[in-house]
């Protein structure tokens, strides 16, 4: 197993988030963790890269392993740096301030290998060519699109082995969401595990193998992606059916 | 008003703005990574200035404990400098770790820590007093001082010094801050602390950087500040920081570039009013000049972006 987090809880001051969850992720597939607005997913995800405390939040009880190992006792830097794992956080949240390709630079900033770097940018500007032409461009002035997949190519810088995406599809284009979620199946491809937190159910398991639906902070379902998908009060909460 | 009279008091006002600019930086960079206004900093210059006295004494075989040989002053110059600037940084980032980041670990308000650092800024100051006495110091000299006049104008080598050596330190903190990974994980901080971490970076080293910059920044000031005005006093880091600080929010505090701008708005207004009006003038004007500017553009010239919300 390569993430494995048992019997989580987190609390936001005097509010617990997370009452317990549970779930899986196995190496090379792509997994996802859907759910309403406000059942947990983000807090989820902070929580796997040890910046739960920065949110405002803690980390009650419970384990997150990766391969095996305690991961809560990395620090936040080292997740990525040792561990490779990556989150590309809800909203982007790529720096404004600095160019596209400082934004890719600075997502390598643990990584010593020029070479291995300059591959990279090029394995970036490959799956994403309009980021190439906008590479010396504030990341404040590319599109919405533009900057998610931004936001995507720096957690690529790292050779990540696990990739979290948080609703990577949000407040882009029909047309846009297609085109990512098909690169991402790429990247998956290259190697690259991919836990992806979705509101858009439809989406989410259409590329996912596996599922686990949240509500309020437990996890009510679990299954093959098909599995969630026929089930009934899936098709009637998530999928409008 | 003659032209010598102009260029004589560009070359003051140079000079001073340059002091004023050294110092506003290090207030800027470290609210650009941590959205704190380090109020100690006016005191790590007078720290600089003290510890670049020290040294300099000692070099220059003035203090009480002798070298058994005299050093010529290429050894001395830059010895004293690296020296001051190396234990002026010390003191800043030992600020940071045994003050603030402990603060900022346990979540504390942004007042308690406003609060803290004036409060090590003014223990820097009276345990100065405590320690040294309330007797000024004089300043050794590391070189001798040169005076030229040309028509109307005296300049003197120091002043250039001064000047030169302030746009060199500036040009590579503009340097460090725009090509190296250190500055721009600085710069990435200023802009959205939380998502940092997320690309393997950790804050609390690029905030010791900070500290480390700014601190050997303000050491740098120091010297140059004694060697300018030899009379050093416990209470100069307060007088001269409150006008620095003043300088970089008038010039958009996270902004270098404001910092440094700021500091020269400031240095010439003071030159120029006090050339012309009563010295006591000097600072009503000047700070009512920077008022205005404030009133007018209340993010100061060169306020910076961010994402994170102050
Ligand atoms: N910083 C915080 N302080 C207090 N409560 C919080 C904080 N962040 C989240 N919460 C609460 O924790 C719960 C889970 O929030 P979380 O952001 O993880 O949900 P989410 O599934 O990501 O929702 P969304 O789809 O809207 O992004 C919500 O009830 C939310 O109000
Ligand atoms: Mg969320």
């Known amino acids: 197993m390569l993430l494995s987090i048992k019997d989580l809880v987190v609390s936001y001051g005097a509010i617990e988030a997370l009452h317990g969850i549970s779930f899986d992720v196995e190496e090379g597939e792509i997994a996802t963790l859907i759910g309403a607005n406000g059942a947990g997913k983000s807090t989820t995800l902070w929580s796997i890269v040890r910046q739960i405390t920065e949110m405002g939040g803690r980390v009650v009880s419970g384990s997150i392993e990766f391969k095996g190992e305690d991961l809560l006792k990395y620090p936040p830097h080292d997740i990525v740096n040792q561990l490779g794992i990556t989150l590309v956080p809800e909203g982007r949240r790529v720096f404004g301030n600095l160019s596209v390709l400082e934004n890719l630079k600075i997502a390598a900033y643990g990584r010593k290998d020029n070479k291995g770097i300059e591959e990279d940018f090029k394995r970036v500007f490959k799956i994403f060519p309009r980021l190439e032409e906008r590479k010396s461009q504030l990341a404040d002035l590319l599109s919405g699109g533009e900057q998610q997949m931004l936001a995507v190519g720096r957690s690529m810088m790292n050779r990540g082995k696990l990739m979290l995406l948080d609703e990577p599809s949000m407040g882009l284009a029909p047309i846009l969401v297609k085109e990512l979620f098909e690169n991402l199946a790429k990247i998956n491809q290259e190697g690259t595990t991919i836990l992806l937190v979705e509101q858009n159910a439809h989406l989410a398991l259409r590329y996912a193998t596996k599922a686990y639906v949240i509500e309020t902070g437990t996890i009510t379902l679990s299954g093959t992606s098909e599995e969630v998908e026929k089930n009934p009060e899936v098709k009637k909460a998530y999928l409008g059916t | ?310």
């Open chain 2, 1 to 310: 008003m003659t032209l010598d009279f102009f260029i004589q008091n560009f070359i003051n006002a140079m000079q001073w703005g340059s002091f004023l600019a050294l110092i506003a930086v290090g207030y800027t960079l470290v609210y650009g990574v941590l959205l704190l206004i380090n109020f100690a900093h006016g005191d790590i210059f007078m720290v600089g200035a003290y510890t670049g006295y020290f040294i300099g004494t000692f070099l220059t075989n003035n203090f009480e404990i002798k070298l058994p040989f005299d050093l010529p002053s290429w050894v001395v110059i830059p010895l004293t400098i690296v020296a001051t600037m190396f234990i002026t940084a010390l003191v800043g980032v030992a600020i940071e770790r045994i003050a603030y980041r402990p603060l900022r670990n346990r979540g504390a308000h942004r007042l308690y820590l406003v609060i803290t650092a004036l409060m090590f800024g003014l223990l820097l100051e009276y345990g100065n007093l405590a320690l040294l006495g309330a007797s000024d110091r004089q300043f050794p000299n590391l070189f001798d001082k040169i005076i030229y006049s040309i028509g109307g104008i005296t300049v003197t080598n120091i002043k250039i010094y001064v000047i030169l050596l302030s746009f060199l330190i500036m040009g590579i903190l503009w340097w460090i801050v725009q090509k190296t990974r250190w500055g721009m994980a600085m710069r990435a901080i200023s802009y959205d602390r939380l998502a940092v971490p997320l690309m393997g970076i950790s804050v609390d080293q690029i905030i010791l950087f900070t500290f480390v910059l700014g601190s050997s920044m303000a050491a740098l000031a120091g010297i140059m500040y004694g060697t300018a005005f030899p009379i050093l006093r416990f209470n100069m880091g307060m007088l001269v920081g409150w006008q620095a600080f003043i300088a970089a929010v008038v010039g958009g505090i996270g902004s270098i570039r404001g910092a440094m701008v700021g500091g020269y708005i400031l240095g010439f207004t003071q030159i120029f009013v006090a050339a012309f009006l009563p010295s006591t003038y000097r600072d009503l004007i000047a700070f009512v000049v920077l008022l205005l500017i404030l009133a007018i553009k209340p993010t100061g010239l060169f306020g910076v972006p961010r994402r994170t919300k102050v």
